[in-house]
């Protein structure tokens, strides 16, 4: 979907929507396609790559707040799809910064012994739940899905640091109204967005750049490693401007910055994996470099992960 496509519906344009985000399109999964039908698809690719058996897998965790189903887990639904008997499945709703917060509890568990190899998947059908009527959030919305394997490393490689946060205050900043057991939908409904996103977007970018920039700074104090050291920047792709303004303020050159944001849009818990995907295919990371992944999203909550690739 374009922002040509946009011009048709709200009252916007492709000039706003381009400086005021970076997104020139996104995509829209068709009405039959699925949260889980995407994770499928992602997780038989990473699987592939990793050269990695079903039966191996033991931790399925799914980041995701368009999940198939209220009950049970997205996770579940995938555990199904992919015959991953031998696993445990369960969701993560931590909005955009669900992948990263499934990939930290995955390496904690790896890191304890308790599981030897998981799927971590972010993905999302946030046309479902986007406001097609208000402009202020609609145009920046899209749908995907990635996924990693994650397993224990014999050398040095993985994950060397972390930091997970949120601030329950903030909550109403991004937000759906209705839909859960205190505002259920009843039969007589009104259509008023109540049942959509919600966000005060100026709010949510101000502490979004703060926040993200001491989670990066975090990870990095913590292993020693100076941002001159990070072989490629990966952060949640929500607003160019966004990525930019970190960037700058954590002294980041633009060229180690990964964005795709251009292509697909926010695609919240998707965002990450999509783009470590892509910059992974790309040839942009080497064994051995440093990659950190950072994301921010509707809680307030927030997290990011310092990976020696
Ligand atoms: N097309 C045209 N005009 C639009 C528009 C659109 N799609 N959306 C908003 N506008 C208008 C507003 O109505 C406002 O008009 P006004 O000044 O007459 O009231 C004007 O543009 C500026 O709106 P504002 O909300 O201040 O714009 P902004 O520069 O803050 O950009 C966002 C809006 C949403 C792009 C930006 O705030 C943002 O990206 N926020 C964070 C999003 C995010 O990271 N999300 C959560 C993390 S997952």
Redesign the pocket.
Known sequence: MTNLDFEKI????DE??TT??GIKERHIASDTMTTADMSVEACKRAMDMAKCRKEDIDLVICGTVTPDYRLPSNACMIQKELGLTNALAFDVVA??TGFINGLVIANSYISTGLYKKALVIGAEKLSAIANYKD???C??FGDGAGAVVVEPSANERGIVSSFMKSDGRLWQL?WMEVGGIKNPYTPEFPYDGSDKIF?N??E??KV?VKEMAKAVENVLEKANVSPSDIALFVP?Q??L??IDALAKRLKISPERVFKNIEKYG?T?AASVPIALDEANREGRIKPGDYVVVVA???GLIWGSALIKW
């Open positions: 709200v009252d916007t344009s706003w929507i005021r985000t909005a955009c402009r202020t959030t145009v920046l991004l966000m977007g100026a949510v970018f979004a949640h929500a607003n401007r966004i926010n919240s921010f999203g509707g």
